[in-house]
């Protein structure tokens, strides 16, 4: 079982959330007192996970884990709603890098993913998350107000004189000036990759790099944990798989400028077609007249 599943299934399961991503993070800048209880050495891996609730109406939260070293499981520390969440800055948006900061109401956190991909994967996953519960919230205040302004009764004069309608349209207009729309997170600098509405093919890219990137990280490990003397064949093995690894980020690298590309000529594509149908209509009217 990953890690990212362990989470899931000791922390967010039993509360009835789905989680929807999760990166392993380090503190750029350390802070110098800690009122923690760490383990051993104070050692710890640090996970910002990105959940959603199950339950209506849903609510999109940012999490804080951690996992002491020593021990299996993890603890939760802090929790945010995405309205706290004022600003994702990719720090760098000209070209792939693992820092990211999360601005939050009183707090600014400065952190470094594993991984340059795992960072994107995370933004990117939590800027469709949050576009898609910022425009349910604003759907659903509207329908509300909607709602009220027809409800909203008129004053009717004494006799057969016609209807009033002046104090309604008051309240209305006061009811719009008291609506205000909710802040929504704001993303700088990042990457228009990440934030590009037809963006599955880069998903689906930065998953496979995540994955690489996890399996290398194991063999590595899995490497200096072996002795390194009197077993030659384990040696030979690890550069066995290390050649296989590497050819396969070259594959995929080479498949990614692929879909790139071929992503580029469907938009052009789509472009030509919509000029061509643009003169077969003016070439239309011009011959019905």
């Not at 009033?164 to 704001?186: D, F, G, H, M, N």
Request: aromatic letters at 6%; a positive charge.
């Amino acid at each position: 079982m990953s890690v990212q599943s362990a989470i899931n299934k000791e922390l967010f399961i039993p509360r009835d959330e789905r989680m929807l991503v999760a990166v392993e993070v380090s503190r750029r800048k350390r802070k110098r007192m800690s009122f923690l209880p760490t383990g051993a050495g104070g050692d710890y891996n640090t996970f910002i996970c990105v959940s959603v609730t199950n339950t209506r109406p849903h609510q999109l939260l940012i999490t804080k884990v951690k996992q002491f070293g020593g021990s299996s499981t993890f603890t939760k520390r802090t929790q945010w709603t995405v309205e706290k969440l004022r600003q994702v800055n990719g720090i760098n948006p000209n070209k792939d890098c693992p820092e990211f900061d999360l601005v939050f109401d009183g707090a600014v956190d400065q952190w470094v993913a594993s991984s340059s991909a795992e960072k994107c994967l995370f933004v990117q996953i939590l800027y469709h998350a949050c576009k898609t519960y910022w425009e349910g919230k604003v759907g659903s205040l509207g329908k509300v107000v909607r709602q009220r302004s027809q409800s909203a009764p008129l004053e009717v004069g004494a006799g057969p004189s016609v209807p009033s309608p002046v104090p309604a349209p008051r309240t209305l207009q006061s009811r719009r000036k008291s609506y205000i729309p909710p802040r929504q997170t704001e993303f700088i600098n990042c990457q228009p990759k990440l934030t590009a509405e037809a963006c599955t093919m880069n998903l689906v890219i930065f998953r496979c790099k995540v994955f690489m990137n996890r399996l290398k990280n194991r063999m590595v490990a899995n490497k200096s944990r072996s002795p390194a003397r009197g077993q030659p064949g384990q040696r030979v093995t690890g550069s066995s798989l290390g050649n296989v690894v590497h050819r396969m980020n070259v594959a995929l690298g080479e498949r990614g400028d692929k879909l790139s590309h071929a992503e580029d000529k469907t938009v052009e594509l789509m472009h030509k077609a919509q000029q061509f149908a643009d003169t077969a209509h003016k070439l239309a009217l011009k011959y019905s007249k």
